[in-house]
């Protein structure tokens, strides 16, 4: 593990811990701010992630923004890193040995940011962090402690795209979360 962002983030410059290394435009490192009170984690970069380095810039963070908007977070409060720091081919799920891989890097980042909670969006976050036993459908908007962290799981803003019913419970998840910043003092409001 390494102490500093600076160790860690050149760390991971030339990483070919797995096969994802081989068509990276761009390594997805993580966003936001670094003494972060909440910190939500993806799945993986898209195209526009890789293109551009930076999690959640399509269609699907584009659909969390508005969201965010719509309820008051502030992403610049906020820290966003996914599962793992490169595009997997044709946008699939990462595969256990990749995940595996980069897992370490995340790892680093929830030490260094130490977040109080962290929200998994999506299975792939949430069975690669909480557990494999774990399920999208039954856990989403369930809080889980786990070494001083809560955790709550909600749908993957992807998925929401692909199904407009899952909406709802997205925004509902978003709204245990501000309940909960709201209860802890924590910061993730808009600035008044
Ligand atoms: N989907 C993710 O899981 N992460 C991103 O950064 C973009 C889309």
């Known amino acids: 593990m390494y102490g500093t962002w600076e160790e860690l983030e050149e760390s991971i410059q030339n990483c070919q811990k797995c096969r994802l290394c081989e068509n990276r435009k761009n390594i997805v490192f993580g966003e936001g701010n ?7 984690i993806g799945e993986g970069p898209g195209a526009d992630e890789d293109i551009q380095g930076l999690p959640f810039v399509g269609k699907a963070g584009k659909l969390m923004n508005m969201a965010f908007e719509a309820l008051d977070i502030d992403r ?13 081919p ?3 799920v990462p595969q256990e040995d990749e995940a595996m891989a980069c897992l370490d890097y995340l790892r680093n980042q929830v030490i260094l940011v130490k977040p109080k909670i962290i929200v998994l969006m999506g299975s792939t976050a949430l069975k690669n962090i909480l557990g ?3 399920g999208i459908t039954a856990s ?9 962290i809560i955790y709550i799981p909600t749908w993957h803003p992807a998925a929401l795209l692909r199904d407009d019913t899952k909406k709802i419970n997205f925004w509902k998840d978003l709204k245990l ?5 709201d209860e802890m003092n924590l ?6």
């Open 177 to 181: 979360v501000l309940e909960k910043a």
């Open 187 to 192: 910061q993730i409001r808009k600035d008044e």
């Open 132 to 134: 494999n036993e774990y």
């Open 90 to 92: 044709q946008n699939r």
């Open 34 to 40: 670094k003494n972060a009170d909440i910190m939500f």
């Open 76 to 88: 610049s409060k906020i820290y966003i890193a996914n599962i793992v720091k490169c595009r997997p």
């Open 140 to 148: 989403r908007g369930k809080w889980t402690e786990k070494r001083g």
